[in-house]
Antibody, heavy 116, light 113 residues
Framework: EVQLVQSGAEVKKPGESLKISCQGSGYSFSNYWIAWVRQMPGKGLEWMGIIYPGDSEARYSPSFQGQVTISADKSISTAYLQWSSLKASDTAMYYC?????????WGQGTAVTVSS | DIVMTQSPDSLAVSLGERATINCKSSQSVLYNSNNKNYLAWYQQKPGQPPKLLIYWASTRESGVPDRFSGSESGTDFTLTISSLQAEDVAVYYCQQYYSIPETFGPGTKVDVK
């Protein structure tokens, strides 16, 4: 079964760093782009960026460029989304998705809460 | 960036009736080399991740009931639920994956009347 499994919920304080993960299984992880999507509480979906695990080429939405870093380790079939200094406005659900013809497989989501 | 708009924001339809959701892209998402529109539709139920329903504007994902269909006319796209079922209550999003940044529409909430 093809699946993406994300790391668990996080509660952080403003200014802290964070790295969340998305592990793929059941397919050749290196050969498919992985996207990250943000969903703020009660709001819609926002595309953040995408990475090709085969060579770690990453592309970002201008809205998120410089705010987050997307990376991958193909040896353990895992993609990452990280922040160096969280803000309260980063509170959201974050999803990873495999990009083939569209985003055909999604992770279950990682809830990030940033509060002092 | 390509801007995606959707209408209506929400709609309520009786069980067994048709639901129609519209999506418009600010520019073409047609890839000339394969003549495909890079437009997808997703369904999101509360507390769940989105689920892919339709890709290339009109191709149904495997396992998606055939009451869901997608159509296209230039930069206008439509998702139709031919006979609404209770389990179809959800928010529906369109997305263009033609160019980066890929962008989603704001969503349309579908309820039972």
């Amino acid at each position: 079964e093809v699946q993406l499994v994300q790391s668990g919920a996080e509660v952080k304080k403003p200014g802290e760093s964070l790295k969340i993960s998305c592990q793929g299984s059941g397919y050749s992880f290196s050969n498919y782009w992985i996207a990250w999507v943000r969903q703020m509480p009660g709001k819609g979906l926002e595309w953040m960026g995408i990475i090709y695990p085969g060579d770690s080429e990453a592309r970002y939405s201008p809205s998120f460029q410089g705010q987050v870093t997307i990376s991958a380790d193909k040896s353990i079939s895992t993609a990452y989304l990280q922040w160096s200094s969280l803000k309260a406005s980063d509170t959201a659900m974050y999803y990873c998705g495999r990009q083939t013809r569209a985003l055909d497989v999604w992770g279950q989501g990682t809830a990030v809460t940033v509060s002092s | 960036d390509i801007v995606m708009t959707q209408s209506p924001d929400s709609l309520a339809v009786s069980l067994g009736e048709r639901a129609t959701i519209n999506c418009k892209s600010s520019q073409s998402v047609l890839y000339n080399s394969n003549n495909k529109n890079y437009l997808a539709w997703y369904q999101q139920k509360p507390g769940q991740p989105p689920k892919l329903l339709i890709y290339w504007a009109s191709t149904r994902e495997s396992g998606v009931p055939d009451r869901f269909s997608g159509s296209e006319s230039g930069t206008d796209f439509t998702l139709t639920i031919s006979s609404l079922q209770a389990e179809d209550v959800a928010v529906y999003y369109c997305q263009q994956y033609y160019s980066i940044p890929e962008t989603f529409g704001p969503g349309t909430k579908v309820d039972v009347k």
